[in-house]
């Protein structure tokens, strides 16, 4: 009878440390009240342990309001019916027991009254969001495991992702299901070096939509890994995005927009450098348009250069890169260039049978033939169509003469022998060498300084030097004898 006894007890204890759930009474929690209403959570000094999986209740809220340091242990789950409001002074730190022990996730499902500030997520599953419309800001979303899911994935949610900080999560920082819509606003993040574990996708990485509109805009969106995109949407249904004023440099890609029903506004990106993998066969677009008619955006005021491609476009995808025809107009004014593979320039590639517009964009070339000949469509191949790239809006020496009037930016001497001094009024960026034909002959970035001190005892002629600031461009001509 004692040993029965004591049997008993054992699976009365394993019961107890599975789960604790809140009551339910409409009561504020706190980790304090927790670890002192169950053992699921135990304290020392400003670190508490949650041992077991915890369930909040739909009326209840938990809050942090201090500095504290919160661990869970290994495949320990915190799902929140109720709210969950994390808005300390300066940071909480929600983290495993063991960092070579993730643990599961926080799981928040029907919370619109969440809220998460100042808190860091780290070593866990992630923050799986269900049908929640809240916000989150100035967080730090670092060295999650969540398999191929995002350090926040979305299901059937809004939220509000803005100033926040993802870094080396081993999936991507923000992602939704192909099927499931969710259309958040992800606005001013630093995202960078996520999809540490190798996968095939992208750091912002989303599907449907629905009817509402996904806003990406203002986010730096740096890349580290082979395999990892920039952006991706990739809907099963449809999707609307509107992609504005982001950086985007050193992915896989910039942008892959896929599939059918899938239409998006992209401008004034910084879209470079998206050459990571190096296989032009399997990646490396600036802007990839891979999908039947359906597959639409309008393209303006984008920087797309350093890619394995500028643009390409694929099945019967449609998308609109400048149009001055009144019925479908859009401005264009992209800057399209020194996007190359194989020995090659291919700004625009249309691998469509149709004709795709791209007319008002800016050339960083001398003439037309120039810019012709990296353009692919069908003078290069019968079964495609044309790129209508006509009228251009400038030439390289067009913007030139359009510079003059910023006398405010100088090169001097001029003519010089090999030294010479960039004086600018706003921070200088990148400095990019064109000869007379067009042709990028080098480049050097720059640390943000307004005089910049440079010497070339190899290039001799004129050329022409664009010095780029972060939301300014100037073109000047330099003659080194």
Not at 184 to 208: D, M
Not at 343 to 348: A, D, Q, R, T
Request: charged letters at 15%; a negative charge.
């Amino acid at each position: 009878m004692k040993k029965l006894l004591i049997a008993f007890l054992m699976l009365v204890a394993i019961g107890t440390q599975a789960q604790y759930t809140t009551p339910g009474t409409a009561v504020n929690w706190n980790f304090d009240s927790l670890s002192n209403a169950s053992n699921a959570v135990t304290k020392s000094g400003s670190t508490y342990q949650v041992n077991q999986n915890i369930l909040l209740s739909l009326t209840d809220t938990l809050r942090i309001d201090s500095n504290i340091i919160v661990e869970f242990g290994s495949n320990v789950e915190l799902e929140v019916l109720g709210s969950f409001i994390s808005n300390p002074k300066d940071s909480a730190v929600l983290t495993a027991t063991n960092s070579n022990q993730v643990y599961d996730q926080i799981r928040i499902d029907d919370s619109d009254g969440s809220y998460f500030n100042h808190t860091i997520f780290e070593y866990g599953g992630g923050l799986n969001v269900l049908n929640s419309d809240f916000t989150v800001e100035n967080c730090v979303f670092r060295f999650n495991d969540a398999n191929n899911d995002g350090a926040i994935d979305l299901f059937r949610s809004d939220l509000l992702i803005q100033n926040n900080h993802f870094y080396q999560n081993q999936g991507p920082a923000i992602n939704s299901g192909a099927n499931i819509a969710s259309a958040p606003i992800v606005l001013n993040n630093r995202i960078e070096g996520n999809v540490a574990n190798g996968g095939n996708k992208s750091q912002i990485n989303f599907g449907a939509t629905g009817t509402d509109t996904l806003i990406i805009k203002g986010n730096t969106i740096i890349g580290q890994y082979s395999n990892a995109g920039g952006v991706a949407i990739f809907p099963l249904g449809g999707a609307i995005t509107i992609i504005d004023s982001n950086i985007i440099d050193g992915n896989r890609y910039g942008i892959a927009q896929l599939n059918s029903n899938n239409w998006s506004q992209i401008s004034r990106n910084q879209i470079s450098n998206n050459n990571t993998q190096g296989n032009p066969n399997l990646g490396g677009s600036g802007i990839n348009f891979n999908g039947d008619a359906s597959n639409k955006s309008i393209i303006s005021e984008n920087e797309i250069y350093g890619n394995l491609w500028g643009i390409t476009i694929q099945n019967t995808a449609k998308p609109n890169i400048g149009d001055l025809r009144s019925a479908s107009y859009n401005v264009g004014l992209n800057e399209i260039y020194n996007n190359n593979n194989g020995g090659n320039e291919y700004n625009i590639f249309n691998n469509t049978p149709d004709s795709i517009y791209a007319q008002n964009n800016i050339w960083n070339y001398a003439n037309l033939t120039a810019v012709e000949n990296t353009i692919s469509h069908k003078p290069d191949d019968p079964s495609l169509g044309y790129v209508r790239y006509t009228p251009i809006n400038a030439l390289i020496t067009a913007l030139e003469e359009k510079s003059k009037a910023n006398s405010s930016t100088k090169l001097y001497p001029n003519p010089s022998n090999s030294q010479f001094t960039v004086a600018s009024d706003f921070d200088v960026h990148r400095i990019d060498w064109f000869n007379l034909e067009g042709k990028l002959v080098r480049s050097d970035k720059q640390t943000g300084l307004r005089k910049v001190e440079l010497e070339e005892n190899e290039l001799k002629g004129q050329f022409f030097i664009r010095i780029t600031g972060k939301n300014r461009t100037v073109v000047k001509k330099l003659l080194l004898k």
